[in-house]
């Protein structure tokens, strides 16, 4: 019989904590934390004590509470701090200093991923494929339209492909990605990419578009299980879209609904192709550091060859969204899904205390 744990869920909040009666009751309806409630929900069906714990801008708050609850594990569903993403990873790396054991990818692995040119770069030394690429970075004075910035990004462009797609080098879902993120030479993706820079203060990653199937791939640890369980793959289908996940194709249900825009099984994949897909999938999630669970984010070229694109350390596990269905697919029910997520990150903790 599975031990009753004392589990804290964090997740981020996009203002100040509201303290005032009725906050629960909101937390427990509204649409913004659906995925946690499910998560909440299935770790109580388990017959655990869970209780929420909403971070903005102020460590403290979150220091005390780790003191006075002292929980088992945290499970984490925080992406941001102070409505950073950058700072995602500075927040494990406290629960870590604070020897806390937690859910999904640890600092370093969301680190890796974060950063959309160096996670390429690790995989393909591990054979993997992947788009060419040229990194566009800001010139000190934050502005890419100075001569030198031009001249030296003229150059960086002069070996890719075209088409190509620009996204900011270290955002996530989708932002910062619109139809005009595909570009087909190099004038139009320097103005392109001068735009991002001056809304985001980011670098830019301008890679290769590979027109092929964009298939996703989630993986999962189970307790008891020696190899890293890689799921059937999921497909995105673009319906009268552009072919590409935007923001708007991602988080406007109107626009997904009038394109016919959906995920789901991915269709027929031939044998020797799925093989290489699981074989992706084990490489990159030992490559990238990750841990309990991730989702790997590919294009299948004209050939069958997988191409990696991202890496999604923490993705979605709500309840009927592609991981969990996936996982379904599997033979892995729900709050199964969300117990073995739990048992991974208590195991990997006692390793690490013993590796210390």
């Known amino acids: 019989m599975t031990a009753k744990l004392n589990i804290m869920l964090l997740y981020d909040l996009a203002c100040a904590p509201d303290n005032r009666a009725g906050h629960e009751r909101w937390f427990m ?16 069906r388990n017959g655990h004590t869970v209780e929420p714990f909403g971070l903005y801008n102020d460590l403290n708050p979150l220091l005390t509470k780790l003191s006075g609850m002292r929980p088992d594990v945290v499970f984490n569903m925080c992406e941001s701090f102070s409505s950073r993403r950058r700072h995602e990873a500075d927040v494990m790396s406290v629960l870590e200093m604070l020897d806390v054991a937690h859910t999904g990818a640890s600092a370093e692995g969301l680190n890796l991923c974060k950063d959309k040119a160096l996670s390429k770069k690790i995989v393909a030394f591990h054979g993997v494929s992947i ?45 910062g990605i619109s139809k005009s993120s595909v570009v087909r030479d190099s004038a139009s993706c320097l103005r392109h990419v001068a735009r991002l820079q001056k809304k985001y203060q980011t670098g830019v990653i301008v890679e290769e578009f590979i027109a092929g199937r964009e298939i996703y791939v989630g993986m999962v640890e189970l307790p008891g299980r020696k190899n890293l369980v890689v799921l059937p793959p999921r497909e995105l289908y673009t319906g009268t879209g552009p072919g590409f996940v935007t923001w708007r194709a991602k ?50 070229r004209e050939n069958g060859d997988p191409v990696f694109i991202e890496a999604n350390p923490n993705p979605s596990i709500r309840r009927g969204d592609d991981f969990a269905a996936a996982a379904l697919a599997a033979g892995i029910d729900y709050d199964d899904l969300i117990e073995a997520i739990v048992k991974t990150a208590l195991a990997r903790h006692e390793r690490s205390k013993i590796a210390a």
């Open 29 to 44: 309806t509204g649409d913004d934390f659906r995925d946690e409630r499910h998560v909440m929900k299935a770790l109580r």
């Open 131 to 175: 788009p060419k690429f040229a990194v566009i970075k800001q010139s000190q004075d934050g502005n890419l339209s100075s001569k030198r910035g031009t001249v030296d990004t003229a150059s960086q462009l002069s070996s890719l492909k075209w088409p190509a797609i620009c996204k900011p080098l270290d955002r996530d879902s989708s932002e």
């Open 251 to 300: 988080w406007d249900k109107d626009y997904r609904i009038r394109h016919g825009i959906d995920s789901g099984r991915a269709r027929k994949i031939e044998q020797t192709v799925m093989r290489r897909l699981e074989e992706v999938a084990r490489e990159t999630f030992r490559a990238l550091e990750l841990s309990g669970y991730a989702r790997l984010d590919l294009r299948l």
